[in-house]
């Protein structure tokens, strides 16, 4: 245990001691909090300079999906979903708002929770709200595989994260990335080559933050040497082809789409949705007439309502930070978030909120 | 959302869940995306996440991090891996 800071001070000196300069992009929730939770930017030289991208599922659920889940909750569906989901505000209200006017939706761990409640009450038709990178799609999968019964759904918002990490290379002004760990776990590291050939030095971190000023150091070297690649910097959990056998679970299940990501706009083949065989699980086949109609009564009720509009925008693609937000920490708090970014742990607003007023485990 | 916590495998419930002990509480989780359960994962160390082992973690991988570590920051007289994370005993962030 002892080894613990002198390891992240040596990683930090070699930080420190080079000349390479980088405006480093992550693209994952978690790194967030372990960038937050340990200070890791108060430590960092001035030359190196971190900063969040779209990296937190529930913060790029579109307001429509929101919408959806809620308006099938209202019809008298059981939703079910992640308790990170129940906040978010879609364009009227979020989830928790819908239940507490009486809408029955629940949270849980699992989807095999949610499939759970519906095998013990058939008389409900349970939906099941699944977002999700690819981290989280290959257990809904499974769970589909293995056989669920008639009244249960699924309400897809599931997003593959290479294609926006692409997108963001052309627009966002970033020299680097550091790709998501448990997402390439999963993919594995060669979907990021792509990347890494347009000439951005790419790390697969893990989540210490001894992982994370590791992950600097190899960007900053592959900088040194002059090349751009994909380094492993998470080899005890990142193999390079990933996980074979989730793969073809998620495969078998399900099929790339264009996706709509909140606050980015639609992007080509970054959504995974349920192939023909599944579309009796498919919650939006299965209320395919309802949501129609649903939607045009939640557009009017939104119109209606006065609000104040948040940058989450700006901030999901890292062209401003949280306090460049006229909202942030006034309107916008974790306990009343007006955007997504302040709901989830792992959204950028919620972190620089919690540790900048707490204090993280500032190392030396 | 990606939180992935690593446990060590406790005991096999059936062919496709096993127990998993994570950083003191024991969890039923699925194994699917390993290839099921076995017998032969006792003991062996997974990432969890939404109730699924997503990935084995090996002794083996865990000295490779150490290696690269070492390799990069001249850190030989650092011991172990064990001292960089907790991250085969309790909950990783």
Avoid at chain 1, 9 to 28: A, D, F, Q
Avoid at chain 1, 55 to 60: A, E, H, K, R
Avoid at chain 1, 87 to 94: F, I, K, L, M, T
Avoid at chain 2, 28 to 43: I, P, R
Wanted: hydrophobic share 40%.
């Amino acid at each position: 245990m002892s080894a613990v800071p002198e390891l992240e001070k040596r990683l930090l000196e070699r930080i420190r001691n080079s000349k390479v300069s980088l405006r480093i992009m992550h693209v994952c929730g978690t790194h967030e909090r372990t960038i937050a939770k340990y200070g890791l930017r108060s430590v960092l030289p001035k030359s190196i300079d971190v900063i969040s991208g779209p990296g937190c599922p529930v913060c790029v659920t579109p307001e429509e999906d929101v919408n959806i889940a809620i308006a099938l909750a209202k019809s008298g569906a059981t939703v079910v979903t992640f308790g990170d989901m129940m906040r978010v505000p879609g364009s009227a209200e979020s989830l928790l708002n819908a239940k507490s006017e009486g809408a029955d939706i629940r949270m849980v761990y699992s989807i095999d929770d949610a499939v759970s409640i519906a095998e013990k009450k058939p008389e409900l038709e349970v939906v099941f709200f699944g977002i999700g990178f690819e981290t989280t799609v290959p257990a809904n999968a499974a769970a589909l595989i293995r056989n669920t019964p008639e009244n249960f759904s699924l309400l897809a918002s599931q997003k593959r994260t290479p294609p926006a990490i692409e997108l963001l290379a052309n627009d966002a002004n970033v020299d680097a990335f550091i790709a998501p760990g448990h997402v390439a776990t999963i993919i594995g590291t060669k979907p990021f080559e792509p990347l890494a050939k347009k000439g951005f030095p790419v790390v697969v971190s893990g989540f210490e933050a001894s992982d994370i000023l590791l992950g600097i150091n190899l960007l900053q070297m592959q900088v040194e040497e002059g090349c751009s690649r994909v380094d492993n910097g998470y080899p005890r959990a990142v193999k390079p082809e990933g996980n074979q056998i989730a793969l073809k679970i998620m495969d078998k299940v399900f099929e790339t789409s264009d996706s709509e990501w909140r606050g980015i706009g639609r992007i080509e083949n970054s959504g995974l949705v349920l192939r023909k065989e599944f579309e009796e699980k498919d919650a939006a086949k299965k209320y395919e007439d309802f949501y129609a109609s649903s939607l045009e009564d939640i557009h009017k009720k939104a119109e209606r309502k006065d609000k104040k509009r948040c940058i989450c925008a700006a901030i999901l693609t890292g062209k401003a930070k949280p306090p460049q937000c006229p909202n942030f920490g006034k309107e916008c708090t974790p306990k009343v978030p007006a955007g997504p970014c302040m709901v989830s742990q792992e959204g950028m607003c919620y972190n620089w909120f919690k540790y900048s007023r707490e204090g993280g485990s500032k190392l030396a | 959302m990606c939180i992935a916590i690593p446990g060590k495998i406790k005991a096999i419930v059936n062919e496709s869940i096993a127990t998993v002990d994570m950083g003191g509480i024991c969890r039923n989780v699925k194994m699917d995306l390993l290839g099921g359960a076995s017998e032969s994962m006792l003991g062996k160390h997974v990432l969890v996440h939404v109730g699924y082992a997503i990935s084995e973690i090996s002794e083996e991988e865990s000295e490779e991090t150490m290696r690269l570590l070492k390799q990069i920051a001249g850190l030989e007289d650092v011991g172990t891996f064990e001292g960089m994370s907790d991250a085969f005993e309790s909950e990783s962030p």
